[in-house]
């Protein structure tokens, strides 16, 4: 299993931005597609967005599009989700996630396809 370690969570007022950072270790970074997911208090964890191993593809839940930016550096074996105009709705605790693909193209949405998880930052949004 890969090791996941995210960064980069925080306290921040409606209307600011945060970038987390998810850095990678134990296997070949670039062989996995990354996902970002989030679970708020008495909610289930939902799929934040996704990015394929290449970079190339991506995707974003209806909530965050237009304000989140899912990215990835192969060479920093680092994924990165930059939140702008966060609201109180994005409180959450978040987590990266990684899901081995033979396909560079490809990522899943959903939680259970993806094997490897790292522990959570937590996002903290004050209106």
């Known amino acids: 299993q890969m090791q996941l370690v995210e960064s980069g969570g925080g306290l921040v007022q409606a209307g600011g931005s945060l970038r987390l950072s998810c850095a990678a270790s134990?296997?070949?970074?670039?062989?996995?597609?990354m996902g970002w997911f989030r679970q708020a208090p008495g909610k289930e964890r939902e799929f934040v967005a996704g990015i394929s191993r290449s970079g190339d593809w991506t995707s974003y839940a209806d909530s965050v599009k237009g304000r989140f930016l899912i990215s990835r550096d192969n060479a920093k074996n680092t994924a990165y989700l930059q939140m702008n105009s966060l609201e109180p709705e994005d409180t959450a605790v978040y987590y990266c996630?990684?899901?081995?693909?033979?396909?560079?193209?490809?990522?899943?949405?959903?939680?259970?396809?993806?094997?490897?998880w790292g522990q959570g930052t937590q996002v903290t949004v004050s209106s």
């Open positions: 134990g296997r070949i970074f670039d062989n996995y597609a």
């Open positions: 996630a990684a899901h081995f693909s033979w396909t560079t193209s490809y990522f899943p949405l959903k939680s259970e396809q993806y094997n490897s």
